[in-house]
């Protein structure tokens, strides 16, 4: 079965600092994806990846990076993280049937 | 803009009755729906899926109708259990390199016993 893990699972930042939220999935997919979950937004696709060394735009790309560094790892960058950031993440990996991981729940204050 | 609509929000049922959620969706460039189910504290998890050219697909107590010129699906969840008490999320996609899901608000369903 695929395993999908993230980590923290829990952070607290503060405005204007950096986050990195880290993906490992052992499955040996090659697409893998970060998504935001809102209460009335349901998922949406923040950055999403090819394979080792692409990352590619989502929906809601903006004030986000993304970084393959290996087909395992798919990391989510906040550069200048800002209260609208506030949510909870969820990253997944596969194409037809996406395996989501447990969630990392981000608060910045 | 929403492309894929979900209803109700809300869904309270008695233990043993069928629970109906609804999605409708726009772009009929979309051919693979599935449907996500997801429990507190966790990730969404596929519960079942339907590609356009089927209108119907069933999986145990879980059926997918689908309605290609109205654009609309339905879950049908019969007999339900209070272990299905969840949120069901509606989701479309083309069936091409990214497999990106567009997803629905979700359906928050309460199985009462």
């Known amino acids: 079965e695929a395993a999908v893990t993230q980590s923290p699972r829990n952070k607290v930042a503060v405005t204007g600092g950096k986050v990195t939220l880290s993906c490992n999935q052992t499955n040996n997919h090659n697409n893998m994806y970060w998504y935001r979950q809102d209460t009335g937004h349901g998922l949406r696709l923040i950055h999403y990846?090819?394979?080792?060394?692409?990352?590619e735009k989502g929906d809601i790309p903006d004030g986000y990076k993304a970084s393959r560094p290996s087909q395992e790892n798919f990391s989510l960058i906040l550069e200048l993280a800002t209260p609208s950031q506030t949510s909870v993440y969820f990253c997944?990996?596969?194409?037809?049937?996406?395996?989501f991981g447990p969630g990392t729940r981000l608060t910045v204050l | 803009q929403q492309q894929v609509r979900q209803s109700p929000q809300s869904l309270t049922v008695w233990e043993g009755e069928t629970a109906i959620l609804n999605c409708s969706y726009e772009?009929?460039?979309?051919?693979?729906f599935p449907w996500y189910q997801q429990f507190p504290g966790e990730g969404p998890a596929l519960l079942i899926s339907?590609?356009?050219?089927?209108d119907k697909k069933e999986d145990g107590r879980f059926t997918i109708f689908f309605n290609k010129r109205e654009k609309k699906l339905s879950l049908h969840i019969t007999d339900s259990q209070p272990g299905d008490s969840a949120t069901y999320f509606c989701?479309?996609?083309?069936?091409?390199?990214?497999?990106?899901?567009?997803f629905g608000s979700g359906t928050q369903l309460t199985v009462m016993p």
């Open positions: 772009d009929s460039t979309f051919n693979y």
């Open positions: 997944a990996s596969g194409d037809a049937e996406q395996f």
């Open positions: 339907i590609r356009s050219v089927s």
């Open positions: 990846s090819y394979g080792a060394g692409s990352t």
């Open positions: 989701a479309a996609s083309e069936t091409s390199g990214s497999w990106q899901l567009i």
